[in-house]
């Protein structure tokens, strides 16, 4: 059992930048692989970053070049920097976990077991 929990969501400009970041607790011992999805109103849920268990991290390309995952195993938290945000980044941000699997490429989110509640990220012109 794992409960995930997001902050760092906002509003800013375009532009602007965020850091996200994803708390875990629960059964946290041994690592993760860590995901980020996202979803805009009206739209289908995507991933947008992964970092598996070797801290290795995928992009969606949409996002690369601007996105970047990190995660720190000794606070079982994730962060997402997010810089030069466009408005059609803008969407609720969840974050999500997969204590058993790894993954090589991002993964459909029905993949993912474990998820926090979202935090929304508004980015305007």
């Known amino acids: 059992w794992v409960q995930l929990v997001e902050s760092g969501g906002d509003s800013v400009q375009v532009g602007g930048s965020l850091r996200l970041s994803c708390a875990a607790s629960g059964s946290t011992y041994g690592t993760y692989c860590m995901a980020w999805f996202r979803q805009a109103p009206g739209k289908e849920r995507e991933d947008v970053a992964l970092i598996d268990t070797n801290l290795k991290t995928t992009y969606a390309a949409a996002v690369k070049g601007r996105f970047t995952i990190s995660q720190v195993n000794a606070e079982n938290t994730v962060f997402l920097q997010m810089n030069s945000l466009k408005p059609e980044d803008t969407a609720m941000y969840y974050c999500?976990?997969?204590?058993?699997?790894?993954?090589?490429?991002?993964?459909?989110?029905?993949?993912?077991?474990?998820w926090g509640p979202g935090t929304q990220v508004t980015v305007s012109s």
């Open positions: 999500a976990a997969d204590p058993y699997n790894s993954y090589s490429r991002l993964p459909r989110p029905k993949a993912l077991p474990y």
